[in-house]
């Protein structure tokens, strides 16, 4: 009897360690965000323009890429105010240098959009879907250099997402 309570033990011990490593969209991106802000490879003045999140295997956007972008950039805006280029400027630089999100990472792209944006920080990253979760890669990259300053990797179930946000998408 003693042994079947100890088993039981260990099993609600493993599952609940195991649940532990999920995390919802909103603790994932308000974690990264402080995470950002407390960085100290991220210049304290540096204003940060997010953009470019892409589906890793076919290197595309799909609804989630600008959910990422727009959710994100909130809590970025809560913790380092008046450092986080808005989205519309980001829109009407891309549209002036007719550039995509996906042509920002060029060497080029990355510095003119710099100089356009008045920013000194990309925010992206990538993202892939498997049977059972979404894990999302944030980067923090200078736009001059191309140097990669800061990396959080995370876990969110896939059962939390709407599947329409997880559905490949063509932005305009």
């Given at each position: 009897m003693k042994?079947l309570?100890?088993l039981l033990l260990?099993l609600?011990g493993?599952?609940?360690a195991?649940?532990a490593?999920?995390q919802?969209?909103?603790?994932?991106?308000a974690e990264?965000a402080?995470k950002?802000?407390?960085?100290?490879?991220i210049p304290k003045?540096?204003?940060l323009?997010?953009?470019?999140?892409?589906?890793s295997?076919?290197r595309?956007r799909?609804a989630?890429?600008?959910?990422?972008?727009?959710?994100?950039s909130?809590?970025?805006?809560e913790?380092?105010?008046?450092?986080?280029?808005?989205k519309?400027?980001?829109d009407?630089?891309?549209?002036?240098l007719k550039?995509?999100?996906d042509?920002?990472?060029?060497?080029?792209?990355?510095?003119?959009f710099?100089?356009l944006?008045?920013?000194?920080l990309?925010?992206?990253?990538?993202?892939w879907i498997?049977r059972?979760e979404v894990i999302?890669?944030?980067n923090?990259v200078?736009?001059e250099?191309?140097?990669?300053?800061?990396s959080?990797?995370v876990?969110?179930r896939?059962?939390?997402?709407?599947?329409h946000l997880?559905?490949t998408?063509t932005y305009?």
């Amino acid at each position: 009897m003693k042994k079947l309570y100890i088993l039981l033990l260990c099993l609600v011990g493993f599952s609940a360690a195991h649940a532990a490593k999920f995390q919802t969209m909103d603790e994932a991106l308000a974690e990264t965000a402080v995470k950002i802000s407390r960085d100290t490879n991220i210049p304290k003045q540096a204003k940060l323009a997010v953009v470019g999140f892409l589906e890793s295997t076919t290197r595309g956007r799909r609804a989630l890429s600008s959910v990422l972008e727009d959710d994100l950039s909130g809590f970025l805006i809560e913790k380092m105010p008046g450092r986080v280029i808005a989205k519309n400027h980001i829109d009407t630089v891309l549209r002036e240098l007719k550039i995509t999100r996906d042509d920002i990472f060029d060497t080029r792209n990355r510095k003119q959009f710099g100089r356009l944006a008045s920013a000194d920080l990309i925010v992206s990253g990538n993202f892939w879907i498997n049977r059972r979760e979404v894990i999302i890669v944030f980067n923090v990259v200078n736009i001059e250099s191309g140097l990669a300053l800061f990396s959080h990797r995370v876990k969110i179930r896939k059962s939390q997402f709407d599947k329409h946000l997880l559905e490949t998408f063509t932005y305009k």
